[in-house]
């Protein structure tokens, strides 16, 4: 059987994450975020790069907050169609990465949009340790079908688990 492309999968696992509603989208993206304050990357950083959720993504903004309230800096990078992603103030700054997708896998895969925005963004952020937010219905068993421009996870955080990555040199 042929493994699924990038598009296929992005409709397989939108889908699923559009099915929780939105009760359990709130108690699941609230146990990530307990998860996220837990993990030594977030007590270590000071300044953090962060998406503002949409959708049925995991919510962040409780998040932010939260950051801003132990006065780390926070940076929200800006989408604009012209240039496709505005990076932030000084990206080689980042320390923690914080990254939406549509589909992971254990092995710090990520596959978002297919805009390539964060591919482009992470490759700047060099001491940046990158965590994926998800829901346990986002993660595939299965390796995703990545390139070579795919920038992996350090570790993937849903409500379920802790997915700290070793990824090959």
Known sequence: ????TKAEL?????????TLDAVERKRHSSLIR??????????????ILCYVSFGSEVETGALIQEARRFKKRVVIPLHKPESRLE????????ELAL????VFDPQGGRIGFGGGYFDRLLPQ????FRMGLA????????????????????????????LNIVIPA
């Open 10 to 18: 992005r409709k397989e696992f939108l889908a699923k994450r559009d």
């Open 34 to 47: 307990q998860r996220v304050f837990q993990h030594a990357a977030w007590k270590n950083a000071t300044t």
């Open 87 to 94: 990076p932030p103030l000084n990206p080689a700054e980042v």
């Open 135 to 162: 829901f346990s219905a986002q993660l595939s068993a299965a390796p995703l079908p990545l390139e070579s421009h795919d920038v992996r996870m350090n570790a993937l955080i849903t409500e379920k688990e802790v």
């Open 125 to 128: 952020m060099p001491k940046a």
């Open 1 to 4: 059987m042929a493994q699924p």
């Open 99 to 102: 990254l939406p997708g549509i």
